[in-house]
């Protein structure tokens, strides 16, 4: 079972998102020429990724006016983006729906497990 995060209102975000992707089979990216984007930040690489269309395209317009976003089906995101992202050392953001809310980096695999779990447990048990 994937680690449990430390903090309470960590936990909580997480737990939103990995419920809500699980219910509505996928997350939403920015994406370029059809790719999800990763952006650069300091020592790491991220993909941001967000529960809620609605959401995305919020942060698409403020960031990202030029591109646009793209759902990324559940079985997508467990069978390929997130492998892959392992292998390419890239970090997921878990982006909330509000500009005051931090991006939760956390790895690609402990995504995948978790998302795993959840499908296969129901997302209510996702982080035990």
């Known amino acids: 079972m994937p680690a449990q995060p430390r903090t309470t209102a960590v936990q909580l975000r997480l737990a939103h998102f990995l419920g809500r992707v699980v219910r509505e089979g996928g997350a939403w990216s920015v994406v370029h020429q059809g790719e999800p984007i990763v952006i650069h930040v300091p020592r790491e690489d991220v993909l941001p990724l967000w529960s809620s ?40 953001g878990i982006c909330g729906s509000t500009r005051s809310e931090e991006i939760i980096t956390i790895p690609a695999d402990w995504l995948e497990r978790a998302l795993r779990a959840g499908i296969e447990t129901g997302w209510r048990t996702a982080l035990d």
């Open 53 to 92: 269309e609605v959401a995305a395209r919020a942060a698409q317009r403020r960031g990202w006016p030029q591109l646009a976003t793209g759902e990324l089906s559940l079985c997508t995101l467990v069978h390929e983006l997130l492998p892959s992202s392992q292998e390419h050392r890239i970090s997921i």
